[in-house]
């Protein structure tokens, strides 16, 4: 389970992105986290990753007060939870099986290992044909897919993802939505920011609206229309 109690988190500028946010993940879920530009989604998203720290109040995953890991300790929060960003971040020398296996690498397990948890994730995301490709020769849709495959190699049990569809068509979209909801099948909690009206009110899952930095609104099965 992941909760935020009491979250705060003021920019140096003085911008308060986010003012007393408190909600609960509960392992197994599906969120979309929606709201207009500015509303604090990407914010949320950097303060469970540790990619930016609290002003105020307490994130805990697994029982464990993540504001409280020093800079050393970080790094081991990824296997906790793992993250996906609107870019892919693929190594553009290394083919499909060569990002994916990245971050099992630095754990030290045997080859046999590896290769069958690669070859796991990327049938979880309908791309065991590629593994010899690389990025370049990658459509969009199959990019971000490769991109999905290595967040969740590690079996950590939650996945963020920030805006994961922003560069793709629709259809494309709806295929990596297609992937995420196997992938939520298979066990792993899942959060993910985005601004596609069309992809939260097909999938019908939990919604949590920001709005100022505050939350909204956060219901089970909803759907997201944008205030103008
Ligand atoms: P969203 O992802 O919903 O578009 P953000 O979390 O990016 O919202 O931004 C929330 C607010 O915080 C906005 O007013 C934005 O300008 C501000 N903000 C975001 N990042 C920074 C930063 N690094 N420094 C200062 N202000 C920031
Ligand atoms: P998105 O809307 O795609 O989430 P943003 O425009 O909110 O992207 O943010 C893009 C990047 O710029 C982020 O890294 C964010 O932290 C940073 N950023 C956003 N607003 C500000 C700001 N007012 N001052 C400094 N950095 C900002």
Known sequence: ?????????????????????????????????VGSSGAGKSTLVKLLIREESVT????????????KL???????LRRNISV???????LAKRNVYENVVFPLEVQGHSR??????????LELVGLKDKAKSYPSELSGGEGQRVSIARAIVNHAPYLVCDEPTGNLDEHTAMEI??????????????????????????MQKRVITLKGGKIESDVERGSYYEMV
């Open 177 to 202: 939505m297609a992937a995420l909801e196997n992938i939520n099948k298979a066990g792993t909690t899942i959060i993910m920011a985005t601004h596609a009206i069309n992809i939260v009110n097909t």
């Open 112 to 121: 046999a290992y590896n290769k069958e948890h690669v070859e796991h994730a």
């Open 84 to 90: 996906v960003f609107q870019d892919f971040r693929l």
């Open 1 to 33: 389970m992941i909760t935020f109690k009491n979250v705060f988190k003021e920019y140096g500028n003085g911008v308060m992105a986010l003012s007393n946010i408190n909600l609960t993940v509960p392992r197994g879920d599906f969120v979309f986290l």
């Open 56 to 67: 105020r109040g307490n994130i805990y995953i697994h029982n464990q007060d993540i504001t």
């Open 70 to 76: 020093t800079k050393t300790q970080v790094p081991r």
